[in-house]
């Protein structure tokens, strides 16, 4: 194969996690690819882009810069060994995860967290309100992402959210496999009372075969009840399927046609083609799914509903990162795209952070609504969004991108560690960041 050279990064060696210089090149194919070579471990390559050179090019959008952390710590090692956020990094951050439990009720044979066995106890009430505070004087307030493990096998999971709440913070978004709010009735009103803003469902197809491959178990039946019960409780909630090729990629139309006839119960899809770290029991392919190509299967599964030029990258962060799309659900039942939202826009986290809390938040927490309160949740209620994020392993980590990440872990020693690094993992499963 040949290749054409048009830029150069750094990465890591997927072996040892060294730094090492890497190109991104055009390959035979047309395609582009990231290639790199570590001294002990030899060379790699990894598809960026199904896609031609001209139409990555043209993907970024994002200007960058002008959004640094509030906070940093000292530069020592290099990226991405500093990770605390160190004065190296470009963004101040918009969404924060708190792993809030190791527990989690299914055992994926994917997970990029390896849930599932505890390793250790879940952080006290008294641990969680510090990593708050942390984050306050870091930044705050920030999107939160409750996650785990499974979130909801905290009892006191209300307790958390009502916490948060009290020190400021105004956005809770539930990372949720579904299997309480499925199984559990009143757990969906609870939450929602409690403050939490919107359920990231996992939902990975309409076969059970999909969720046999990628959760272990026959789950199908158990998602819809946990969407009818949100539903029933005013719970917004946005669709995660986990996407593998050869699994589920041929189920884009089908889960796309599903949430739009449950709008505004649910409220968009948001796509995760899958990385290939954590506990990923299946081999990274030779095609790995990547921006492009989940763009032509929108489309091409919707039969033209959902178009690629409807989507832009991502702005608070790389456009590398993530696409997205918002539609308007008309009242006589067509689509209609919004303007795309690119670069500049959201460039201010402080926008980045709104723009999410608004598109998937439950408007009014239970608060009496006057008339343009309810204008403004129906408005809310007509938009419908289609996004996705391309979580970066050790074989396609560009630390440039990385540079720019803007959802970050909350570590309780090191502060706001970038999500791409927290869950970085070289072949043999040693992490960098995480226990
Ligand atoms: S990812 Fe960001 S915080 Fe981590 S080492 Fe690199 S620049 Fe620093
Ligand atoms: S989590 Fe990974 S893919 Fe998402 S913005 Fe951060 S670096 Fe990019
Ligand atoms: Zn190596």
Not at 269 to 298: D, N, W
């Amino acid at each position: 194969m040949s290749w054409r050279v048009f830029a150069e990064t750094e990465s890591v060696c997927p072996v040892c996690l060294r730094v090492i210089a890497a190109e991104k090149a055009v390959g035979e194919d047309g395609y582009v690819y990231m290639r790199k070579r570590c001294p002990e471990h030899g060379e790699f390559s990894a598809l960026l882009w199904e896609g031609d050179f001209v139409d990555y090019l043209l993907w970024n959008t994002a200007p960058g810069g002008g959004n640094e952390p509030a906070v940093t710590s000292a530069a020592e090692k290099g990226c991405p060994y500093d990770c605390g956020l160190c004065e190296r990094h470009e963004s101040a951050g918009c969404c924060v995860l708190l792993e809030l439990t190791e527990r989690c009720s299914l055992g994926c044979p994917v997970c990029f967290a390896s849930a599932g066995e505890a390793r250790r106890p879940d952080p006290t009430l008294g641990e969680i309100a510090a990593l708050y505070d942390m984050l306050m004087a870091r930044g705050g307030p920030f999107n939160i992402q409750l996650s785990g493990g499974e979130p909801t096998m905290r009892d006191d999971l209300p307790e958390i959210v009502r916490l948060g709440r009290e020190r400021g913070f105004g956005f809770f978004q539930l990372n949720t496999n579904g299997l309480r709010l499925a199984d559990e009735p009143g757990c969906a009103e609870t939450l929602r009372a409690a403050g939490v803003s919107c359920a990231f469902l996992q939902f990975d197809g309409l076969r059970d075969s999909t969720y046999m491959a990628l959760r272990g178990r026959a789950l199908l039946e158990t998602k819809l009840r946990a969407i009818d019960r949100c539903a029933a409780a005013g719970l917004p909630v946005v669709l995660v399927p986990t996407l593998a090729p050869g699994v589920n990629a041929d189920e884009i139309g089908e889960i796309l046609r599903f949430a739009l006839a449950h709008a505004p119960a649910v409220r968009g899809v948001h796509f995760q083609p899958i990385s290939y770290f954590g506990r990923c029991a299946l081999p990274a392919p030779e095609r790995r799914l990547t921006i492009p190509r989940v763009l032509r299967e929108i489309e091409a599964q919707t039969g033209g509903l959902m178009r690629r030029e409807h989507f832009a990258g991502g702005g608070a962060e790389s456009s590398y990162c993530s696409f997205h799309a918002s539609y308007r659900r008309e009242s006589d039942g067509t689509l209609r795209a919004l303007p795309r939202r690119t670069g500049g826009c959201c460039c201010k986290s402080s926008e980045a952070r709104d723009f999410v809390a608004g598109r998937w938040g439950a408007c009014g927490d239970g608060e009496p609504e006057d008339g343009f309160d309810a204008f403004l949740r129906e408005a809310n209620e007509r938009v419908f969004t289609v996004s996705g994020m391309v979580f970066q392993d050790a074989d396609n980590l560009d630390l440039e991108r990385l540079r720019r990440c803007y959802i970050n872990e909350a570590d309780p020693e090191r502060g706001p560690v970038p999500f791409c690094a927290y869950n970085l993992t070289a072949r043999d499963g040693r992490a960098l960041y995480r226990g």
